[in-house]
């Protein structure tokens, strides 16, 4: 089975690209749980977070670099930088729908049905990515 995530970082597939780079790749959610829901995905196939090894430390540094420039774009100005009570950014953990790792970014309000929602504010399903970030540091 062809994954879609691979196809979209090759360009076979639609979405609306944010960003691109030799490593990763960011798109809208093609069904969003807010206003602005980005996916920040890696160009190398890497299944979940489990797979994430000490080597990849820089690869997660920026992709979460890259979540917070573009959610940086739609939500801050310069009078009023953005905080992280204004959004999310991290990796669903043990479910995914599509087997590549990627990055949730969302901004606050979460606007998907209550169930859905529950995920992105519990650590058991959500793993911010400052979390998984101090994992593969220590």
Same mark, same amino acid.
């Given at each position: 089975?062809?994954?879609?995530?691979?196809?979209?970082?090759?360009?076979?597939?639609?979405?609306?690209?944010?960003?691109?780079?030799?490593?990763?790749?960011?798109?809208?959610?093609?069904?969003?749980?807010?206003?602005?829901?980005?996916?920040?995905?890696?160009?190398?196939?890497?299944?979940?977070?489990?797979?994430?090894?000490?080597?990849? #430390?820089?690869?997660?540094?920026?992709?979460?670099?890259?979540? *917070?420039?573009?959610?940086? =774009?739609?939500?801050? @100005?310069?009078? /009023?930088?953005?905080?992280?009570?204004?959004?999310?950014?991290?990796?669903?953990?043990?479910?995914?729908?599509?087997?590549?790792?990627?990055?949730?970014?969302?901004?606050?309000?979460?606007?998907?049905?209550? #169930?859905?929602?529950?995920?992105?504010?519990?650590?058991?399903? *959500?793993?911010?990515?400052? =979390?998984?970030?101090? @994992?593969?540091? /220590?």
């Amino acid at each position: 089975m062809t994954c879609i995530f691979c196809e979209v970082a090759a360009g076979n597939a639609p979405a609306e690209i944010h960003y691109q780079d030799e490593e990763v790749v960011a798109f809208n959610d093609k069904y969003p749980s807010a206003n602005h829901h980005i996916l920040v995905i890696t160009k190398r196939h890497i299944k979940n977070i489990r797979e994430f090894k000490k080597e990849d #430390l820089e690869l997660v540094k920026k992709m979460k670099d890259v979540g *917070f420039r573009l959610i940086s =774009e739609r939500l801050g @100005n310069d009078e /009023s930088p953005i905080t992280s009570d204004k959004y999310l950014m991290g990796f669903s953990s043990p479910f995914n729908t599509v087997f590549h790792v990627h990055m949730h970014v969302l901004s606050k309000p979460i606007t998907c049905n209550w #169930l859905r929602s529950m995920a992105y504010e519990s650590n058991w399903f *959500f793993k911010n990515v400052d =979390e998984v970030i101090a @994992n593969l540091s /220590s």
